[in-house]
């Protein structure tokens, strides 16, 4: 069965990079039809979609973000990453990482982990 | 961008049937997916592609659409039915594909 399992710092200094692993396990990074993606939750907030990544690097982010926002992927680890930069305290979040299903025009997450919540504080 | 609306709260009596609306002049263009968030734990799909049920979701989850308004209808509602409850939908056929949750909606359960 297909699990992911995010890691990394729950606590962040303001100005400084949110980084954020995922580890896939229960099937390959590299399947086709599947990108990989980060969405976060600031507490008693909705969903944000951050943004995905294809096996091959190719990448999708959101709008505003964008500027702030990269996510890499290691096959090899079964891995894929983001990295967030000039982190303020609106970044503080759980942060999701999910298979995201994009056959065709479809593009949803089937698969969750269960979270990271990351603290943006001095 | 564009925006998906949902009602911030529903509430129902166990057995009775819950509908969750979701908003969006972009829905008739765009398929519609729906997650179930019960507290402190990850979202789990419960619908895809406005009406499809994954396997292992029971069936008194549906999912209809009509026009710029997608419905999740939750029939013979649980207490284990409570939770935070989202839409989302995707435009992928744009140059920088935008990936959109609606802003939730509280189902309690009476």
């Known amino acids: 069965q297909l699990q992911l399992q995010g890691s990394g710092p729950g606590l962040v200094k303001p100005s400084e990079t949110l980084s954020l692993t995922c580890t896939v396990s229960?099937?390959?990074?590299?399947?086709?039809?599947?990108?990989w993606g980060w969405i976060r939750q600031p507490p008693g907030k909705g969903l944000e979609w951050i943004g995905n990544i294809y096996h091959t690097g190719i990448t999708y982010y959101k709008s505003s973000l964008k500027s702030r926002v990269t996510m890499s992927v290691d096959t090899s680890k079964n891995q894929f990453s983001v990295k967030l930069t000039s982190v303020t305290a609106a970044d503080t979040a759980v942060y999701y990482c999910?298979?995201?299903?994009?056959?065709?025009?479809?593009?949803?997450?089937?698969?969750w982990g269960q979270g990271t919540l990351v603290t943006v504080s001095a | 961008s564009y925006e998906l609306t949902q009602p911030p709260s529903v509430s129902v009596s166990p057995g009775q049937t819950a509908r969750i609306t979701c908003s969006g002049d972009a829905l008739p263009k765009l398929f519609v997916y729906w997650y179930q968030q019960k507290a402190g734990q990850a979202p789990v799909l419960v619908i895809y592609?406005?009406?499809e049920r994954p396997s292992g979701i029971p069936e008194r989850f549906s999912g209809s659409t009509s026009g710029t308004t997608v419905t999740l209808t939750i029939s013979g509602v649980q207490a284990e039915d409570e939770a935070d409850y989202y839409c989302q939908s995707a435009d992928s056929s744009i140059t920088y594909p935008d990936v959109v949750f609606g802003g939730g909606t509280k189902l309690t359960v009476l």
């Open positions: 592609k406005d009406t």
């Open positions: 229960g099937g390959a990074i590299s399947s086709s039809n599947y990108h």
């Open positions: 999910a298979r995201q299903s994009t056959i065709g025009s479809s593009w949803y997450f089937d698969h």
